[in-house]
């Protein structure tokens, strides 16, 4: 995806007057408009501070604020009820632009998108496409395949955890290219994993991801947003690697975690914002990877150190051939 910035040209009307002929005195008044700012709206099911998933949503959402000087909105939603409720305020309100961060965000988009058909409707996962809703799709499976290699190449124990929050297909498809990654390496590697059941429940996640090496995984990673904090807290006492989510968390413990799988969540809000706001937007299917830098894998340094030549030659090989189009990454179907 090319990232260009929308210029926005002024331009300036001259009036002459005709030479040899006298100028009226007579005083005139002129009216200027100001186009209304762009209004955009964005629905989460967690908290903008969890430092993760949800966080780098708002993020993109300040962007937005400050990039196209757009009116801006956020409601945090927790059931598909109020996903319908926080959709429909949008366009009853006459927003241009609502996002839903998430899978789970797609028949309340088509719904609202029925009612309203002067807003755009954009939920961050899914496959549903309407004439105003469409998905961006991040490959972030892309990402996870590579913590897989590493986890298989520097296990001792030839075990690897993965702790999850609700299981969403878009999750699961994380977790089928951390598989993949990882059995590449080694087809008898084991990937043990548990699902919580929320995104919100730190302590839940903490005893999962204990659960987990106490049964030998010396790896562990998640995809639990907020809750992910507890995977950081049960690595951080047992002394075990972990891997972060979605935004780059490798400060977050960077004692334990070796790298994060990280999405550009904030790039690509923008530039859906402006092709809405350019008369741009079209319904389709918007696919993010690595080729347009959406998704990454950032190393912790402090930790890369400690690996192996070997892997970390392996990670940046399969990384080319995966920007190139060389290589492509199992995913679920969804």
Known sequence: ???IAALAVLPLFLLACPKHEPVSTTATTTTTTTAA????????????NDGGWNAIAYEGLQQIHKQLGAEISHQET???????EGFRSYGAKGFDLAFGHGFEFQDAALKAGKEYPKTV??????????????PMVFQLEQATYLL?????????????GLVGGINLPSIASTFLAFKA???????????????TGNFDDVGAAKLATLSLINAGCDF??????EAGRGVFQACQERKVRCFGSNKNQNDMAPDVIVASAVLDVPAAILHMARLVHDHQFKPQ?????????????IWNDKLKTTLSPQTVAEVSRIEADIRSGKFEVPRGKF
């Not at 562990?220 to 947003?225: E, G, P, S, T």
């Not at 299917?285 to 894998?297: Q, R, T």
């Open 285 to 297: 299917v918007y696919w993010l990877g690595m080729h347009d830098d959406i998704v990454s894998l």
């Open 78 to 84: 927790k059931t598909p009820a109020e996903f319908e």
């Open 220 to 225: 562990i990673f998640h995809q639990a947003n």
């Open 121 to 134: 409707f954009i939920t961050t996962s899914g496959s549903s496409v309407a004439p105003n809703v469409s």
């Open 181 to 195: 990654g990882a059995q590449s390496v080694n087809p008898k590697f084991e990937v043990k994993e548990i699902y």
């Open 1 to 3: 995806m090319k990232r």
């Open 148 to 160: 897989g290699v590493i986890a298989a190449r520097e296990s001792k124990t030839g075990k690897a």
């Open 37 to 48: 700012p762009m209004k955009v709206g964005l629905l989460t099911t967690g908290s903008i």
